[in-house]
Nanobody, 115 residues
């Protein structure tokens, strides 16, 4: 069993910055990839960024140059630093990892970008 817990969401003004964090715990040997997804009201969940154990990252086109994903393999954590936030970034942000072909999700953390 794997648990993912997100933290760090909140309200931020357009152009501002926010970092959301994910901590994994439970019974596993190695977490290979970790990812952040988001889901806005009325929209499908979409991939924001992924990062491998070695630190290689891939970003959605909509966040390239503004968001940075990072991880700490010893602590089994993954952060998503979000800069130059826009109202369209408003969503619930979910942490994800896949272990033994099973997807694990956190409960989500709300990020609201509004003046």
């Amino acid at each position: 069993q794997v648990q993912l817990v997100e933290s760090g969401g909140g309200l931020v003004q357009p152009g501002g910055s926010l970092t959301v964090s994910c901590a994994a715990s439970g019974s596993f040997f190695t977490i290979w990839s970790m990812a952040w997804y988001r889901q806005a009201p009325g929209k499908q969940r979409e991939l924001v960024a992924t990062i491998t154990r070695g630190g290689s990252a891939v970003y959605a086109d909509s966040v390239k140059g503004r968001f940075t994903i990072s991880r700490d393999n010893r602590k089994n954590t993954a952060d998503l630093q979000m800069n130059s936030l826009r109202p369209e970034d408003t969503a619930v942000y979910y942490c994800n990892t896949r272990i033994n072909s099973y997807d694990y999700w956190g409960q989500g953390t709300q990020v609201t970008v509004s003046s």
